[in-house]
């Protein structure tokens, strides 16, 4: 049995005049359906409610005003779950919505709670079709994509591969658009080769109706794979290429998990939450968390930035203000604030983050 979570781009659900959405989800849950059938697992992740929305309004473009952006998912978001649900009903699936903010991820409790709940559909045969919130999300709280989502549904799940399927059939060494010596990238095997990819210029992250672009990919890439999963993006316009997929061919460009893959718990850590302060550390403080495994300590704290309360997460930098790390604090701003310049006393080597929730960035 495999566990695979599969995110579906705007791109693609939107379809054309000769392939409409409809007969898009009704390729796709044929698809799903069968794989499922063998005794597979798979967690949708799918965008189009901003999309169908505006087609059903007939509107040429998408919006900009966040609360029309928000109206259009309301309304789009019903057409969307009925098309999966009459569907994937034909083939004897039944199919449950899960709407996700970035709040829904911001404590270890609520990103535990999510998980179970998926899981437990999971158990009970159902196939869960995952989308952000868009209706109530604001500007703090939007994850801005779904790529991103699709990514930590996979760490909340442990499943076994993240596919992203969107409208090119690869990634290529730059942007094939303006430059015709572009070569498709078919592996990826490591963290050094993804981020030199990163560092490509492939132009604006977000264009006509969706919101994603490559570098979400290659973000929701990155954050996968570190947490021990595999991710394979290819054309989804090919309706044949997701029968490849789950027949294991090595289509598309795969990205290949991390050898030494970071826990789940520090992968929601380093991926899931939103940091609300900053604190700054010494040469030796740096060298003890990244080279020795250890706990912050009081002792080894310059410099606060921002107000926080304890427990809530932070990022840790150097000197040179650069991240080194992330962590859960134990203090809040003002009592480390007022413990700065006290030498000498027990209070030095009190933890401030501990090491167990602590991430190297």
């Known amino acids: 049995m495999e566990l695979f979570v599969l995110k579906i781009g705007t791109s693609i659900l939107r379809g054309s005049k000769e392939n ?70 034909n083939y004897g699936k039944n199919v449950a919505q899960i709407l996700i903010t970035k709040a829904d991820f911001n ?26 919130n868009d209706t109530i999300a604001n500007e703090e709280l939007k994850y801005g994509d779904n790529d991103t989502l699709s990514a930590l549904v ?45 560092s490509i210029n492939f132009g604006s992250s ?24 595999t991710v394979q993006l290819a054309d ?23 050898n030494n893959p970071i826990s789940n718990k520090k992968s929601w850590l380093s991926h899931a939450i939103q940091s609300v302060g900053e604190i700054v550390l010494d040469d030796g403080a740096c060298f003890a968390i990244q080279n020795k495994g250890a706990s912050l300590l009081m002792v080894g704290i310059i410099d606060v930035k921002g107000t926080f309360a304890a427990n809530q997460p932070v990022r840790i930098l150097n000197k040179k203000k650069k991240q080194v790390a992330k962590g859960i604090t134990s203090l809040s701003s003002d009592s480390i604030i007022s413990n700065l310049n006290i030498k000498g006393n027990k209070l030095q080597s009190q933890i401030v983050v501990h090491r167990d929730v602590l991430v190297l960035i």
Request: charged content about 25%; overall charge positive.
């Open 20 to 89: 409409p959405t409809e007969k898009v989800i009704k390729g796709l849950c044929k698809t799903i359906s069968n794989f499922v059938s063998k005794g597979n697992k798979v967690v949708i992740v799918s965008s189009g409610a901003v999309g169908l929305g505006c087609k059903k309004l007939s509107l040429k473009q998408r919006p900009i005003e966040l609360s029309h952006l928000q109206a259009m998912a309301a309304i789009g978001q019903v057409s969307l779950m009925t098309l999966y649900e009459k569907e994937m009903s």
């Open 107 to 132: 404590t270890r409790k609520s990103f535990e709670n999510a998980s179970k709940t998926l899981k437990k559909l999971i158990d009970l045969d159902v196939i869960p079709i995952v989308n952000e």
């Open 154 to 198: 996979s760490l909340a799940i442990n499943a076994n591969k993240l596919i992203l399927l969107t409208d090119i059939d690869n990634l290529y060494s730059k942007d094939p658009k303006e430059n015709i010596d572009a070569t498709p990238i078919k592996e990826v095997h490591d963290n050094v080769q993804l981020n030199e990819i990163k």
């Open 206 to 229: 977000s264009k006509g109706w969706g919101t994603g672009g490559i570098k979400t990919k290659l973000i929701a890439a990155e954050i996968a794979t570190k947490g021990g999963v």
């Open 236 to 258: 989804g316009r090919d309706e044949n290429n997701l029968i490849r997929i789950f027949d294991r061919e090595k289509i598309g460009t795969i990205f290949y998990p991390c």
